[in-house]
């Protein structure tokens, strides 16, 4: 039989989807379902001093924090109400929840309920959330956590160095953009258990959140995905689920919630702001020497994944780069905005801009090409990367460069440029795995149905990114049999063991190598059905993640002199990410990040007035579009490695981190006196300069 894996075989949900028959959770419908809308604060920080519910008719409901059990949401630093009870900490905070048999009706309830607030002072900017006179969010203070790392002698580092550049950036809010807003589902089951269907990242998550607020018993609750439309972080946690499992628990009726697009844009999660300061320190050769870096990030009312987010931010400042002494420090601050958290590419993109905008000028400064300073100071395997922990895995940085180096775009770049027009090189890294001293397993089973077909299962979720033919693929490589004999479920926590969650491009790797596991089990055993464990690679030495994967990028764009207008023309992308399961899916994980990327550099941002977003819609909200995308190309390294599944690592976050420093490297080409230290990028400024 032929291989399967290498080739671009079509998505299992490709048929379903492009029919419209795909279910996604605000799909589901049950009779006697009640709908369910929450009561949201009016002010961005207050004390809460009542609620006051209108008469209900029959049949319709209110829930508050005293129906709970417990009025906390599992998570990280266990910091944030599912209701608010006593302190209001963001605009449109939940505090209470209708549930009627009609959207409308909910809606209308809703509105009546009326809540009697204290208001209090703001915390509106993370440069003032650490004043010793600023308001406490909580009474430990503003401060949510920090992170500190150092490796060799920094400061000699810049006394040694030739040139040494200093910048401080600011970074923008951004919002996920997902298609499907956060929806969910719930119900009694015919075993008389409370069962979730939830558009979400990790089933297992939202079974623990259900079973702790409530206080069920584990057995009494099962949960699911829907077909997820997207989620890139900002579905990892709990959004709605927790709320429609409220209604169902106390009536015992079926019961639904689906955000509006507003309440998606200002209270659902997103990519943290804050500023990025950065000094690094080069020879006149181009090497580098030493950096210093230093981020606070906006975590908003609640921390949620936020101190994963600074962490590995910090860790990724210094890029692909092999730099003798780092020092990186960090702080994360509570402020009166909507509580940020993940999102694709978890805190690498916010610090990639430093180190690659620096790159570049050096090499302008030192007359050398962009590639090959990126050449010189290429990180390889065996080295140490910015915190000490060594790259001991497949590291083929260079090769991306070089295979870059050969392209038509490179000889356009460097021998044939387009007069008017900008280019701009960046590169960069993204880890895979949750990272050292977090839980990393997935569980697998693999069972033989008939004439060679099988069930393969996992409670990981295909959040729309294409793992489900991924794992397919790979089941059906190790079985022997062809792709169509592979039957994938994903998603539910029934007879599944606790798989985490779909997010640090992690599924690929951990759910490919526990099929393996299991399949070598069913053949060595003769059984019809195996299960298996696989744990990520621990973390050696003072490393905090054990894989990356690079990429490499290049961009060609144009701006209008009297509007400050940019616009992408051409995107060349370049990966290193082990061997390639299916290339076609990974060009369009590339082509994604890269358009999500161009929208952080060029439109999109949060921005808040007096606590409030003034982004509320699409309309006000400007994301890219297909007529906003250039031509897209994407170019693969040739790799393997040993411990990833047929030779691959995770890629789905890779893409994202070097976009937004290459289209600043091509503005600052055409702009070479312009420093360019925030996003999204000023066209005001450019029209000034022009």
Known sequence: MDNIIGRSVERVDAELKARGRAMYSGDYHMENMLECVLVRAREAHARLISVDVPHLPEGCFCFTARNLHSNLIPSVMNDQPVFASEHIRYYGEPVAMIASPSLALSRKLASQVRIVLEKLEIVDDWDRALDD????????????????????????????????????????????GFMENEASFTYIDEKGRLSLIASTQNAWQDKHTIVSVLGLDEDKVTSRAG?????????????????????????????????????????????????????????????LVALKGYMCLDTGAYAILGPAVLGLGLEHMSGPYLIP???????????????????????????????????????????????????????????????????????????????????????????????????????????????????????CAVERLDDDHYRVSTSLVDIGQGSQTALAMIAAEALEVPFENIDMVMGITENQGNSGSTAASRSTFV??????????????????????????????????????????????????????????????????????????????????????????????????????????????????????????ENENVDAYDEQGPFGAKGVAECSTVATAPAIVAAVNQLYPDISITKLPIDREQLVRRS
């Not at 900002?234 to 628990?249: L, M, P, V």
């Not at 390639?580 to 949060?606: D, K, R």
């Open 511 to 632: 759910a490919g190598n526990a099929i393996l596991r299991a399949v070598a089990r069913l053949k060595e055993n003769g059984s019809r059905r195996e299960e298996s464990k696989y744990s990520f690679p621990e973390v050696s030495g003072k490393g905090v993640h054990a894989f990356f994967s690079f990429m490499v990028q290049g961009v060609k764009l144009k701006v209008d002199r009297d509007t400050g207008e940019i616009s992408l023309v051409n995107f060349y992308n370049v990966t290193e990410t082990g061997k390639v399961i299916n290339p076609t899916m990974l060009s369009g994980q590339a082509f994604g990040g890269i358009v999500m990327s161009s929208g952080y550099a060029l439109s999109e941002e949060i921005r808040y007035r007096n606590g409030i977003s003034m982004e509320n819609s699409l309309n006000s909200y400007v994301m890219p579009t297909a007529l906003d995308a250039p031509h897209l």
């Open 133 to 176: 006179n600023a308001p406490r969010l909580f009474e430990k203070g503003n401060l949510c956590s920090e992170f500190h790392s150092s490796k060799g002698d920094v400061e000699r580092g810049f006394e040694e160095s030739d040139i040494v550049y200093e910048e401080t950036f600011r970074m923008p809010m951004q919002c996920h």
């Open 227 to 287: 077909c997820v439309g997207g989620a890139f972080g900002g579905k990892d946690g709990n959004t709605s689920q927790i709320y429609a499992a409220i209604a169902t628990h106390f009536t015992g009726r079926p019961a639904r919630i689906v955000f509006t697009r507003e309440e998606n844009i200002r209270y659902g999660m997103k990519r943290h702001p804050g500023i990025v300061k950065v000094k690094v320190g080069f020879r006149n050769d181009g090497r």
């Open 325 to 443: 002494s780092v020092k990186l420090d960090g702080h994360l601050v509570y402020t009166n905005h909507a509580p940020a958290s993940a999102m694709r590419g978890f805190g690498a993109p916010q610090s990639a801009i430093g180190i690659e905008t620096f790159l570049n000028r050096a090499a302008r400064e030192l007359g050398m090409d962009p590639l090959e300073i990126r050449k010189i100071n290429a990180i390889h395997r065996g080295e140490e990367g910015s915190m000490g922990g060594v790259m001991e895995h497949c590291t083929d940085f260079d090769r991306a460069l070089e295979l870059f180096g050969k392209s038509a775009f490179y000889d356009e770049m460097k021998n044939h440029p387009e007069e008017g027009f900008g280019y701009g090189i960046a590169a960069g890294m993204m880890s895979s795995g949750m990272g050292k001293n977090v839980p990393d397993d997935c569980y």
